[in-house]
């Protein structure tokens, strides 16, 4: 391996650094503030290192290729402006997921140090998916990414739901798994490689109509799906994001499935899958199915968690649109960007209100009822989220949306852009619920609040960046949009 390539590799190499590191100062010494504040630095600087990189790698390149064309690292991972995108929308993520775990912990009798552990584990599966060009290293980083999650997930074991969410995700996801490398085995014996690019010769050559391809695929996208939870895969969607410590669910909705879209979306690209009639019908009838089930879902939902849960099915069912319209590079980086950040705000508001000492986290819709007598801006914050997810002009949300529909339009998707227009007007009915809950007069039962001071600690602080953030991309996304083109979103050679 060549200076180059490891400098490519830095934001890897910085993660799992941090990972040893807040592992040995575990075994060391117990210390909940110290081994947040190790664990947060160490993110920092591998979200750094993704700049560095984006600067250096032109310079590496300039002398076999266009700028940003990337680096190869093993025939496993490729380093390119794609990958260093999602590798900083991932950082960031997690990052915020992280200081909104500090806050949660702090009442948490029992040991709270090795959730950072699991946290930075996770990510750097995340991160191995986002530089993948190989069926062998998409498998690692998603089971390095899941593993620690089945942990995060439980991790509040003394209560009951934390604990049957931790068990269901993990004995699901297991099977989702195996379902993928079942599917990848049959891709293999057809092909004869592994590599997203090697795949093309026979995804658009003679062994396009091939029945094992085709199930391959099938079984591949199935397993995916899950993770992504998609319609009909999403049945563990609601009871493992109600079950989860409140920041976990953040990273489950934000982290994990931005790393996941972001590998199927190469591979989608890299191999020519989407040449094939049959995989495009079938990606168009799981988002129109994600689209309408989500949505109808979260209609009845009294739980916020469940509510968010079944709003993401919906919203990674818009993101299919552009991909199946073939112009999806572009469309996925805005509407994900745009995703993360409200997605993340809205849990985060639900961080500030709950603690692991309670019964539950503060995830019933009653839980909010009166909140704007009591907590006026963090009011303010979860309605603007509220209308962020639900598209509405001058919101981050709505440039999301915006670009889904184009793209729709442009591919002639009418019926699917009849959906998307359908499940919107669907979900403004049930975000509109969320908001007018937080306005009622109070109901004089059981308070869950959030502490005073709110605004002045770090998670307040991140949530109320987040809120300036989804203005910012609302009113003025033209920056956003600059480093998504200059990323190669629209320019990269996928196709």
């Known amino acids: 391996m060549n200076k180059e390539q490891l400098i490519a590799l830095l934001p890897l190499l910085i993660t799992a650094l941090t990972v040893i590191a807040v592992m040995l100062f575990i075994a060391i010494r117990r210390h909940h503030w110290w081994?947040?504040?190790?664990?947060?630095t160490g993110l920092n600087l591998a979200l750094f290192s993704v700049v560095y990189v984006v600067i250096k790698l032109p310079m590496v390149m300039a002398h076999t290729g266009p700028a940003f064309s990337g680096i190869a690292v093993t025939p496993l991972l490729v380093v390119d402006a794609y990958a260093c995108f999602y590798m900083a929308l991932?950082?960031?993520?997690?990052?915020?997921?992280a200081t909104f775990l500090h806050a949660y912990m702090e009442g948490y009798q029992g040991n709270r140090e090795e959730i950072y552990l699991l946290l930075a584990l996770?990510?750097?599966?995340g991160l191995v998916m986002a530089c993948s060009r190989?069926?062998?290293a998409l498998f690692i980083g998603l089971e390095l990414m899941s593993v620690p999650v089945y942990g995060m997930v439980a991790y509040t074991f003394r209560n009951r739901r934390s604990l049957e969410a931790g068990i269901k995700y993990m004995v699901l996801s297991a099977t989702a798994s195996a379902m993928l490398l079942f599917g990848m085995a049959l891709i293999y014996a057809v092909a004869g490689t592994l590599s997203f690019g090697g795949l093309a010769e026979s995804y658009m050559g003679a062994n396009a109509s091939s029945p094992l391809l085709l199930a391959g695929t099938g079984l591949m996208i199935a397993g995916l799906a899950f993770k992504l939870s998609f319609a009909p895969f999403h049945i563990w969607t609601p009871d493992v994001y109600e079950g989860a410590p409140a920041p976990v669910g953040a990273f489950l909705a934000t982290t994990s499935k931005i790393a996941v879209f972001a590998v199927l979306l190469r591979f989608l690209y890299e191999s020519g899958a989407l040449s094939s009639e049959y995989l495009r019908h079938t990606l168009a009838i799981i988002a129109g199915i994600s689209i309408i089930a989500g949505n109808l879902l979260a209609l009845a939902q009294t739980n916020i968690k469940r509510l968010l849960g079944y709003s993401s099915i919906s919203h990674f069912g818009y993101l299919l649109v552009p991909v199946?319209?073939?112009?999806?590079?572009e469309a996925v980086g805005v509407y994900l960007l745009t995703y993360a950040v409200t997605t993340l705000g809205a849990f985060g508001v639900v961080a500030l209100m709950s603690s692991p000492y309670k019964t539950h986290d503060a995830d019933q819709l009653y839980n909010y009822r009166g909140l704007f007598w009591r907590r006026p801006y963090l009011t303010a914050v979860m309605t603007v989220m509220m209308l962020s997810l639900a598209g509405i002009p001058v919101t981050a949300g709505f440039i999301g949306k915006f670009y889904v529909v184009i793209a729709a339009v442009n591919a002639g998707l009418w019926w699917l852009l009849a959906l998307v227009v359908i499940?919107?007007?669907?979900?403004l009915y049930y975000y509109l619920r969320v908001m007018v809950t937080m306005f009622l007069p109070e109901a004089g039962m059981h308070r869950y609040d959030a502490a005073k001071n709110w605004g002045y600690r770090a998670g307040g602080l991140v949530v109320l960046g987040l809120t300036l953030a989804m203005f910012v991309l609302g009113m003025y996304p033209q920056p956003a949009l600059e480093i998504i083109r200059m990323a190669g979103m629209a320019a990269m050679h996928l196709q």
């Open 134 to 136: 190989h069926l062998a």
């Open 90 to 97: 991932l950082l960031i993520a997690t990052l915020a997921c």
């Open 35 to 40: 081994s947040a504040t190790l664990t947060v």
């Open 324 to 329: 199946i319209a073939g112009i999806g590079h």
């Open 423 to 427: 499940g919107s007007a669907i979900g």
């Open 122 to 125: 996770a990510v750097l599966g």
